[in-house]
């Protein structure tokens, strides 16, 4: 190792990110920046790319905003990354992303396979009227660095999309939780469709007739071969994270909808709801409380870090109206949600 810098981790544990992404958040730095000193802040050397060496989530959030300051132009900054990651680079992800037969199965194996790369965001494809939402789902602080990693992630999304596609691609909206920079024009330009700030989620819309489109080089059989491949990575992920967390994050991203029944995340989940139930005891956890402590982390979070109104936030937490909302809320943290978020507010 030169200059005795130690290398990165292989974290097996929750809250981790690959280091694929750093690398790639350095490659788009302004060319005076010293990219070797922003790696070796993450304990990573210059070198080849290891999709499987893992960051901490908020070191690497930390890291993103050091670059992006370090960059002078924040604004295109994450833009800029995301264009720049390319399937191949993705493992085992980024050919099963790139032979499955069309855009819509892509999408189903982010959503199915992402935990080989980040344990902190899930995906989700919520089918709709005329196309889908693919949701990044993302818990933790909204600093400046996860809003800068969540744009990237969505770039990144339509600039592999546009890699596979057999027809050009450009989701129809994109959607952003937190506010918008000074200008947007950048943002536009780069997904060349409207986009949203200040929004109740972090997604794409994807129109039907995109998410039928065929993959260049999809195969049915390769495709197959990879998933197999990447269900058996998941497989063991699965085992070194809290089996209560991935049942709270199947919970947290279904919430908009009232709250799950048990049977639901566990059919999501491909086993039996006894089985869920089983699990959970062992750990310690009941359904119920896992279901309330995910509505309250996610209220805590939009109440803190975003401006939706509390009737918004209500049925994002999934409560049938805003007085349920409130006495809920006010069971777990011994005040209203609008005592809550005067406080949260910075002097």
């Known amino acids: 190792m030169s200059g005795g810098r130690a290398a990165a981790p292989r974290l097996d544990r929750m809250d981790r990110i690959t280091s694929l992404f750093a690398r790639k958040v350095v490659a788009a730095v302004a060319a005076d920046v010293d990219e070797d000193a ?4 993450v304990g990573l050397e210059p070198g080849a790319v290891d999709p499987a060496v893992m960051l901490k989530d908020t070191d690497y ?17 994450p833009l800029r990354v995301g264009a720049s990651m390319r399937c191949d680079e993705y493992g085992p992800f980024g050919l099963a992303w790139k032979s499955a037969p069309t855009l819509r ?8 396979y992402a935990l080989v790369l980040t344990s902190v965001a899930l995906y989700e494809v919520e089918e709709t009227r005329g196309g889908a939402f693919m949701h990044l789902h993302r818990e933790g602080r909204r600093t400046l660095g996860m809003r800068l990693s969540n744009e990237a992630t969505l770039a990144s999304i339509v600039a592999i999309s546009r890699q596979v596609a057999s027809e050009p691609f450009r989701p129809e909206a994109v959607y952003f939780k937190h506010a918008a920079p000074s200008s947007t024009e950048d943002h536009e330009a780069y997904f060349e469709s409207p986009v949203h700030f200040g929004s ?10 995109s998410l039928r489109t065929p993959n260049r080089l999809g195969d049915e ?6 998933d197999a491949h990447l269900s058996e990575e998941v497989d063991k992920l699965d085992d070194t994270i ?21 049977s639901d995340v566990a059919r999501r989940m491909s086993m039996s709801a006894r089985t869920l139930q089983r699990r959970l005891s062992k750990e310690g956890h009941t359904y119920q409380a896992l279901v309330e402590e995910s509505r309250r982390r996610l209220a805590t979070q939009l109440l803190e870090h975003t401006d939706a109104s509390l009737a918004e936030i209500s049925f994002m937490t999934g409560f049938s ?3 349920a909302f409130t006495r809920a809320f006010r069971r777990w943290a011994g005040q209203t949600p609008r005592s809550f978020r005067i406080r949260a507010q910075p002097d």
């Not at 989620?201 to 994807?206: I, Y």
């Not at 809290?242 to 048990?262: M, Y």
């Open 61 to 77: 959030y930390d890291f993103f905003e050091r670059a992006a300051v370090a960059d002078g132009n924040p604004r295109t900054f």
């Open 242 to 262: 809290p089996f209560e967390r991935l049942v709270r994050d199947q919970i947290s991203t279904s919430l908009s909808g009232g709250a799950p029944a048990l």
């Open 200 to 209: 109740d989620k972090d997604a794409l819309f994807v129109s039907d007739g």
């Open 105 to 112: 199965d892509s999408f189903d194996r982010a959503e199915r």
């Open 321 to 323: 109206d805003q007085s």
């Open 221 to 226: 059989s390769i495709a197959t071969f990879f």
């Open 38 to 41: 922003l790696l070796a802040s």
